[in-house]
Every structure is written in structure tokens, then in C-alpha cells.
């Protein structure tokens, strides 16, 4: 029998609470398994449809416009006496710190795989992102009324290609189309759907003998995996229905197997069991590891007690109009509407004006929040996500979400001068929502970059500021700083400085050897070897000093001069004319005069990249790599992937990420890291 339990309930015990996620590869039906949820759950009074634009997790214009998860969106929905927590996480790779934000903050989570497709490249990081955070799940074959619908090939990838122990739980009952209904496995009873009808009977006679097999099967794979499960099976040749759920429960709990269901949430089938698996089989805050965090550099371990110390972690900041909200996982403690906390990190304490229940883009305020609780606030100024906020008497930082190494950059700049500091403004509150993110601004370019994880991600980012600020902004690709260097310089090269204005005069005479400078010195080195005291040691310096200035443009491109090291061989001065200034404004000039004259090469960016593809994908991506000039330096081969290494232009890498995920189905990643400057291939020495 199904029962309401409010979730604003202050008391309630923390075994009834569940919170969970939903993880999928995009378009495997994550916003619309949430939506068949918030609907049964009495949550909503009207099915959302991702198609229609009407759902409820995917509020934001973006999100409606492209049919995607964007930004995950946390609901709260009630079932068989649970309080259930929700997070939509995104599909796309390009948001995938999302997802890492959110399984930072779950105690389970829901994957969900085309029962078409199988396993799909972003099911199988997200799952990879879950094993990292060690977060139980069950598994949900979504899409079984589709043509070519398979739960059984399904299954098998998720055995190969994730590499554990599927334990299905349920039997189609009908194919494709004809898909109506599954049977429970471990109670042995079916479920039908027809429309919103749903109805529980017994196994249709059709299909018993097909059911007893596949329970048997069940019995026998988690028997082998779990100890009281084997002993009754040995003991009586069978797993009475209790002992079976208890088993998979904790074979859940510790990720020795997963339990897999199946259905089709367009058609409203198979929710209900679902949901039952979520409060059956994922645990409740108390029953995951306590968090742990350093005090005073001490690791301390908190347990998910309303009234141990309040410590909770800040997992998502979002600036709306009415204010700004900070989403918190309050992991121990209780925090009450006007109660002041510390930002452990920095030592800063906020006062809690406001505590929100959160219904994606819908808020209703509560007066506290207790351990196990997931919450928004306002109140907190400086909170970015990954900090720690907690009772000022017990201090403790927890560990923040691992953000991951932006690999896609783009210029941004305001159409209308009068609109720079907007732009900065809203660049800066970009950042503190997403810090995926990174904003500089190139010392040598003068643009701004706005760097992310992929083309999309930034798309998305730029169009935000379009629609949330009303800013113009232009977008370009990040020009590349390239550099000058000499081949072949010049010996005895003389300059002499004279300027006579009327008054005191500018009188410098030196005389110069340039070379090029071995690898392992300096980008610039300067030396004087002159003797006799032709040149004061106040005159030398100021020499050196015109030198630098002169390295800031060279002689091919206006580009910064490197790997020069120019010697001060003689000169001579003025008793009344020669001046520092004098001396400095021929080391300048002098300079570079002395570089039109060397054989000049242009140096570009390189960058040594790292790339770990399948196998059956190794060779189009080094075909890739050698068009983009990279040399390849190293493979290495690891189960079913290559680790490729190789030094590439950095002007070829831009638009990278999104043709390695072209080339490898979504299952490329890379990194990369500058590492210095080569000769460009097109640039011949000047002389």
C-alpha cells in the first residue's frame, strides 16, 4: 500500500530518506524517467514531456531549446513512507562536472541504458564518475517498447562493457510494441500496465516456466557472491524471497553486483517497481560511510547525526533574481533559519537568512535542515562549490569536488565598449555557478578567455550571458602567441646614439654580439664584457635594461623575442652627454637593429598531449594527430584501450575535444599541458 510522508517533516528518521541521482548517457530518458517519478509520487498533477518543453527539471530556456539536461536540478518526491531526494544529472560530456558535482553529494544513484543501445559512451564515464565516489546503484533498461529492444543484449554490455554483475530482477513480459509488463523475479508476481492502469497479479502461466528459470538463474548468481544467500541455497536448494532482497541489498550496498530492472518511462511502465527498488536497495544517509574532513589538520569523521556539529557541503551556487542560492548536503548537525555558520575554507562566517526545499525552479521555505538533508540557502555571500560551511565552534573542511582541467577556450568580448564591466561582472558570476569554468584575460593578446570542457559547454555558457544579462558578445578563437627567436645572430654589431636638442645631449656608443641561447639557459641572458671602464657599470645595467625592452616585439611579427643571449663587447661615453637614458635608449634601438640583421625563426606553442582511446579507434585518431603535425612519442596499451602520447601544435588543437569524441563514439579523453615553443614549418629564416 502506498503512503504519503511529507518531506518537510521536521522528525522524520533519517532511514526513510533516499538520496539518489539519475545517470545516463544522453537521450537515454533521464528527465523523463524524473518526470514519470514526480508524477506517480503525486509530486505533479500532469505528466512533463521533454518534446513539449514541459518538464519539470529541465526548466531553464537553454535546456528547453536544445531538448537537454544542462544544469542538474534536484526534486523532492515521497513513496511507501520514504523521502525521496532527486538529482537529474546531464547526459552530454560537456557537462559532465555536473554530474561529478552531483555524485559528490548522493548516497545512490539510478543508471539508466537504452534498451536499444546498451551501454553508451557517456553511461559508461558517468559510471566510471560514480565508481570514483564509490555510490551504490540499481540500473534501469529504459526503452523496451522501441524496435529492437533487447533486455538480455542490454544486460550483456552492461557485463562487458562496465565490468560487473548484472542481477536482473525482472522479465518482459511482451516485446517491442507489445511490451505491457514485467515479473518480479524475487517475488515471483507481475505487474501490468495498460494507460495509467496499474495492476499486481501472478505470473501469467505463459511465461512461468521462462520466470522459474531466470529466478533460478538469480538465485545461483547471488548465491555465489553473497554467504547467507549460499548457505540457504545449499540448504534448501532454493532463496526464499526475503533472504534474496536482503542479498541484493547488500550486494547493492558494496557494489559486488547491480541490480538491473527494466521498462519504458514514455509509456509509464515500470516506475512503480522502480521506485520500490530505491527504497528497497539504496541506502539511506545513515547507512553510507560518515563523511570525513580535516580539523586543525586532523582527519575527523562525522556521522549523519542531526545532533552532532553541523557541517555541510556546498555543491552548486546559482544566482537568480530574487537572490543567490547555495546548495548544501548537510552531512551532520542541524542548521536553523537565522543562524550564523563558517566558511571553513577561508575562515569567513555567513549568516542562514533562508533555508529552501528545492523543487527544480520551485522553492518553499522550511526553518531547518538536519543531516541527510539537501537544501538551498541564502544568506551566504562568498560560499563557492566545494566549500565547507559548518558550526564556527567545530571547524571541518571536507573534501570539494575534484574540477576537472578546462580543454576547450574562446575570445569573448562586449559588441559596445560601454558594456565591459558588465561583461566582467557577468563572466565573474558565470564562474561562481560553474567552476568548470575559468575566465583570464592573455597578457600578450589583451582578450579575454572563457575556457571549458568542450564547444558546447562554452556555447551554452556564452548564450547565458546573452539571455540572463542582455549583453552583445562577440566570440572568437584565442589567437595564438607565438614567438621569435634567433638562428643565426650577429658579432661586433655597432650602434651609436646621438641626439642633440640644444640643451644636454644623448651620447651612447656600444657594440654588441648576439647568439642564440642554448636550451637549458634562460628565454633572455645578457652579459658585459667590456674592459677598462669604457662603460660605467650604472651605463651596463641601463643597457640591459633597453635590451629586454627591446625583446617585447620582433622583427617578423611584432611577437616577443625568446632564447637570445646578447653580450656588451665595447662602447664609449660622452663626459657631458652620456646618461642612463642614453645608454637604455641604445640598448633598445640598438637591439634591434641587431635582430633585422640575425636570421630570425618564428616559434610556435606546442602542446604534449595525452590521449586514452579504444582500441578499435587507435588508428583514426593517430591518422588525426599526424594532420594536426603532431609526433607521436609514446603508446601504451592497457585492457581494451591505448594510451597515446604525442606533442602537437597548440594551434591545431583547437575544436580537439569534439573530433576525438567523433572519433571514438564519446569514449576519447585527453589532456594536454604546454611544454614550450618549436620552430613554425612555414617560417623561413629572414635573411
Given at each position: 500500500?502506498?503512503?504519503?510522508?511529507?518531506?518537510?517533516?521536521?522528525?522524520?528518521?533519517?532511514?526513510?530518506?533516499?538520496?539518489?541521482?539519475?545517470?545516463?548517457?544522453?537521450?537515454?530518458?533521464?528527465?523523463?524517467?524524473?518526470?514519470?517519478?514526480?508524477?506517480?509520487?503525486?509530486?505533479?498533477?500532469?505528466?512533463?514531456?521533454?518534446?513539449?518543453?514541459?518538464?519539470?527539471?529541465?526548466?531553464?530556456?537553454?535546456?528547453?531549446?536544445?531538448?537537454?539536461?544542462?544544469f542538474?536540478?534536484?526534486?523532492s518526491?515521497?513513496w511507501?513512507?520514504h523521502?525521496?531526494?532527486?538529482?537529474?544529472?546531464?547526459?552530454?560530456?560537456?557537462?559532465?562536472?555536473?554530474?561529478?558535482?552531483?555524485?559528490?553529494?548522493?548516497?545512490?544513484?539510478?543508471?539508466?541504458?537504452?534498451?536499444?543501445?546498451?551501454?553508451?559512451?557517456?553511461?559508461?564515464?558517468?559510471?566510471?564518475?560514480?565508481?570514483r565516489?564509490?555510490?551504490?546503484?540499481?540500473?534501469?533498461?529504459?526503452?523496451?517498447?522501441?524496435?529492437?529492444?533487447?533486455?538480455?543484449?542490454?544486460?550483456?554490455?552492461?557485463?562487458?562493457?562496465?565490468?560487473?554483475?548484472?542481477l536482473?530482477?525482472?522479465?518482459?513480459?511482451?516485446?517491442?510494441?507489445?511490451?505491457?509488463?514485467?515479473?518480479?523475479?524475487?517475488?515471483?508476481?507481475?505487474?501490468?500496465?495498460?494507460?495509467?492502469?496499474?495492476?499486481?497479479?501472478?505470473?501469467?502461466?505463459?511465461?512461468?516456466?521462462?520466470?522459474?528459470?531466470?529466478?533460478?538463474?538469480?538465485?545461483e548468481?547471488?548465491?555465489?557472491?553473497?554467504?547467507?544467500?549460499?548457505?540457504?541455497?545449499?540448504?534448501?536448494?532454493?532463496?526464499?524471497?526475503?533472504?534474496?532482497?536482503?542479498?541484493?541489498?547488500?550486494?547493492?550496498?558494496?557494489?559486488?553486483?547491480?541490480?538491473?530492472?527494466?521498462?519504458?518511462?514514455?509509456?509509464?511502465?515500470?516506475?512503480?517497481?522502480?521506485?520500490?527498488?530505491?527504497v528497497?536497495?539504496?541506502?539511506?544517509?545513515?547507512?553510507?560511510?560518515?563523511?570525513?574532513?580535516?580539523?586543525?589538520?586532523?582527519?575527523?569523521?562525522?556521522?549523519?547525526?542531526?545532533?552532532?556539529?553541523?557541517?555541510?557541503?556546498?555543491?552548486?551556487?546559482?544566482?537568480?533574481?530574487?537572490?543567490?542560492?547555495?546548495?548544501?548536503?548537510?552531512?551532520?548537525?542541524?542548521?536553523?533559519?537565522?543562524?550564523?555558520?563558517?566558511?571553513?575554507?577561508?575562515?569567513?562566517?555567513?549568516r542562514?537568512?533562508?533555508?529552501?526545499?528545492?523543487?527544480?525552479?520551485?522553492?518553499?521555505?522550511?526553518?531547518?535542515?538536519?543531516?541527510?538533508d539537501?537544501?538551498?540557502?541564502?544568506?551566504?555571500?562568498?560560499?563557492?562549490?566545494?566549500?565547507?560551511?559548518?558550526?564556527?565552534?567545530?571547524?571541518?573542511?571536507?573534501?570539494?569536488?575534484?574540477?576537472?582541467?578546462?580543454?576547450?577556450?574562446?575570445?569573448?568580448?562586449?559588441?559596445?565598449s560601454?558594456?565591459?564591466?558588465?561583461?566582467?561582472?557577468?563572466?565573474t558570476?558565470?564562474?561562481e555557478?560553474?567552476?568548470s569554468?575559468?575566465?583570464?584575460?592573455?597578457?600578450?593578446?589583451?582578450?579575454?578567455?572563457?575556457?571549458?570542457?568542450?564547444?558546447?559547454?562554452?556555447?551554452?555558457?556564452?548564450?547565458?550571458?546573452?539571455?540572463?544579462?542582455?549583453?552583445?558578445?562577440?566570440?572568437?578563437?584565442p589567437?595564438?602567441?607565438?614567438?621569435?627567436?634567433?638562428?643565426?645572430?650577429?658579432?661586433?654589431?655597432?650602434?651609436?646614439?646621438?641626439?642633440?636638442?640644444?640643451?644636454?645631449?644623448?651620447?651612447?656608443?656600444?657594440?654588441?654580439?648576439?647568439?642564440?641561447?642554448?636550451?637549458?639557459?634562460?628565454?633572455?641572458?645578457?652579459r658585459?664584457?667590456?674592459?677598462?671602464?669604457?662603460?660605467?657599470?650604472?651605463?651596463?645595467?641601463?643597457?640591459?635594461?633597453?635590451?629586454?625592452?627591446?625583446?617585447?616585439?620582433?622583427?617578423?611579427?611584432?611577437?616577443?623575442?625568446?632564447?637570445?643571449?646578447?653580450?656588451?663587447?665595447?662602447?664609449?661615453?660622452?663626459?657631458?652627454?652620456?646618461?642612463?637614458?642614453?645608454?637604455?635608449?641604445?640598448?633598445?634601438?640598438?637591439?634591434?637593429?641587431?635582430?633585422?640583421?640575425?636570421?630570425?625563426?618564428?616559434?610556435?606553442?606546442?602542446?604534449?598531449?595525452t590521449?586514452?582511446?579504444?582500441?578499435?579507434?587507435?588508428?583514426?585518431?593517430?591518422?588525426?594527430?599526424?594532420?594536426?603535425?603532431?609526433?607521436?612519442?609514446?603508446?601504451?596499451?592497457?585492457?581494451?584501450?591505448?594510451?597515446?602520447v604525442?606533442?602537437?601544435?597548440?594551434?591545431?588543437?583547437?575544436?580537439y575535444?569534439?573530433?576525438l569524441?567523433?572519433?571514438?563514439?564519446?569514449?576519447?579523453?585527453?589532456?594536454?599541458?604546454?611544454?614550450?615553443?618549436?620552430?613554425?614549418?612555414?617560417?623561413?629564416?629572414?635573411?
Amino acid at each position: 500500500m502506498r503512503t504519503n510522508f511529507d518531506p518537510r517533516q521536521q522528525n522524520r528518521p533519517l532511514s526513510v530518506l533516499r538520496n539518489v541521482g539519475i545517470l545516463a548517457h544522453v537521450d537515454a530518458g533521464k528527465t523523463t524517467v524524473t518526470e514519470r517519478i514526480l508524477y506517480l509520487t503525486g509530486t505533479t498533477h500532469k505528466r512533463g514531456e521533454v518534446h513539449d518543453g514541459t518538464t519539470v527539471t529541465d526548466f531553464d530556456s537553454q535546456e528547453r531549446d536544445r531538448g537537454i539536461t544542462i544544469f542538474a536540478a534536484a526534486v523532492s518526491c515521497d513513496w511507501d513512507g520514504h523521502s525521496i531526494n532527486l538529482i537529474d544529472t546531464p547526459g552530454h560530456v560537456d557537462f559532465s562536472d555536473e554530474v561529478e558535482r552531483s555524485l559528490r553529494v548522493l548516497d545512490g544513484a539510478v543508471a539508466l541504458f537504452d534498451a536499444v543501445a546498451g551501454v553508451e559512451p557517456q553511461s559508461e564515464s558517468v559510471w566510471r564518475q560514480a565508481d570514483r565516489h564509490g555510490v551504490p546503484r540499481i540500473a534501469f533498461v529504459n526503452k523496451l517498447d522501441r524496435p529492437g529492444a533487447d533486455l538480455d543484449a542490454a544486460v550483456a554490455s552492461i557485463r562487458e562493457r562496465l565490468h560487473v554483475t548484472p542481477l536482473v530482477v525482472q522479465l518482459p513480459i511482451g516485446k517491442e510494441a507489445e511490451f505491457s509488463g514485467v515479473i518480479d523475479l524475487v517475488r515471483m508476481r507481475s505487474y501490468l500496465w495498460s494507460g495509467d492502469t496499474f495492476a499486481e497479479g501472478p505470473v501469467p502461466d505463459a511465461l512461468l516456466e521462462q520466470a522459474k528459470r531466470r529466478r533460478r538463474l538469480l538465485e545461483e548468481t547471488v548465491a555465489e557472491l553473497h554467504p547467507v544467500a549460499l548457505d540457504e541455497f545449499y540448504a534448501r536448494s532454493t532463496v526464499s524471497a526475503e533472504t534474496l532482497a536482503a542479498a541484493l541489498r547488500d550486494l547493492t550496498r558494496s557494489g559486488a553486483g547491480v541490480v538491473v530492472l527494466c521498462g519504458s518511462a514514455y509509456r509509464n511502465r515500470g516506475i512503480e517497481p522502480l521506485l520500490d527498488a530505491v527504497v528497497a536497495y539504496l541506502p539511506s544517509p545513515q547507512e553510507v560511510p560518515a563523511v570525513r574532513g580535516l580539523s586543525d589538520g586532523v582527519v575527523q569523521e562525522r556521522e549523519a547525526d542531526p545532533a552532532a556539529p553541523f557541517a555541510a557541503l556546498v555543491f552548486k551556487v546559482n544566482s537568480t533574481a530574487t537572490g543567490r542560492l547555495t546548495y548544501l548536503r548537510v552531512y551532520s548537525g542541524t542548521i536553523r533559519k537565522g543562524e550564523t555558520v563558517m566558511d571553513a575554507g577561508i575562515g569567513r562566517t555567513e549568516r542562514i537568512s533562508r533555508i529552501l526545499r528545492v523543487q527544480a525552479d520551485e522553492h518553499a521555505e522550511v526553518q531547518q535542515a538536519v543531516a541527510g538533508d539537501i537544501v538551498a540557502v541564502i544568506g551566504p555571500k562568498s560560499a563557492r562549490s566545494g566549500a565547507t560551511l559548518c558550526t564556527p565552534a567545530a571547524p571541518l573542511v571536507l573534501e570539494p569536488p575534484v574540477v576537472a582541467d578546462p580543454v576547450v577556450a574562446v575570445a569573448v568580448e562586449a559588441r559596445r565598449s560601454t558594456d565591459t564591466d558588465r561583461l566582467a561582472s557577468a563572466l565573474t558570476r558565470l564562474v561562481e555557478e560553474d567552476p568548470s569554468l575559468t575566465v583570464r584575460t592573455d597578457s600578450e593578446t589583451g582578450q579575454t578567455l572563457l575556457s571549458g570542457m568542450g564547444e558546447l559547454h562554452l556555447e551554452v555558457a556564452v548564450e547565458k550571458i546573452r539571455r540572463t544579462h542582455g549583453l552583445e558578445v562577440g566570440v572568437g578563437r584565442p589567437q595564438v602567441t607565438y614567438r621569435e627567436t634567433v638562428a643565426r645572430g650577429v658579432s661586433g654589431f655597432v650602434y651609436r646614439h646621438v641626439k642633440q636638442d640644444g640643451g644636454a645631449g644623448q651620447f651612447a656608443h656600444i657594440t654588441l654580439d648576439v647568439e642564440p641561447l642554448e636550451a637549458a639557459d634562460d628565454d633572455f641572458a645578457f652579459r658585459s664584457v667590456v674592459v677598462g671602464g669604457r662603460v660605467p657599470q650604472e651605463y651596463v645595467r641601463a643597457v640591459e635594461a633597453g635590451c629586454r625592452d627591446a625583446l617585447a616585439d620582433g622583427p617578423l611579427g611584432g611577437h616577443p623575442v625568446t632564447g637570445v643571449r646578447v653580450t656588451l663587447t665595447d662602447g664609449a661615453t660622452h663626459p657631458k652627454d652620456s646618461s642612463e637614458m642614453a645608454f637604455r635608449t641604445a640598448g633598445r634601438l640598438g637591439l634591434r637593429d641587431a635582430l633585422r640583421a640575425s636570421a630570425m625563426v618564428l616559434l610556435e606553442p606546442v602542446a604534449e598531449v595525452t590521449a586514452t582511446v579504444p582500441e578499435d579507434a587507435v588508428g583514426g585518431v593517430l591518422g588525426d594527430l599526424a594532420a594536426r603535425r603532431g609526433q607521436i612519442s609514446g603508446t601504451t596499451a592497457r585492457p581494451g584501450t591505448m594510451v597515446i602520447v604525442a606533442t602537437v601544435p597548440l594551434a591545431e588543437l583547437f575544436g580537439y575535444a569534439t573530433q576525438l569524441r567523433s572519433r571514438t563514439q564519446g569514449r576519447g579523453t585527453f589532456t594536454s599541458r604546454t611544454t614550450g615553443y618549436v620552430p613554425a614549418p612555414s617560417a623561413a629564416p629572414s635573411r
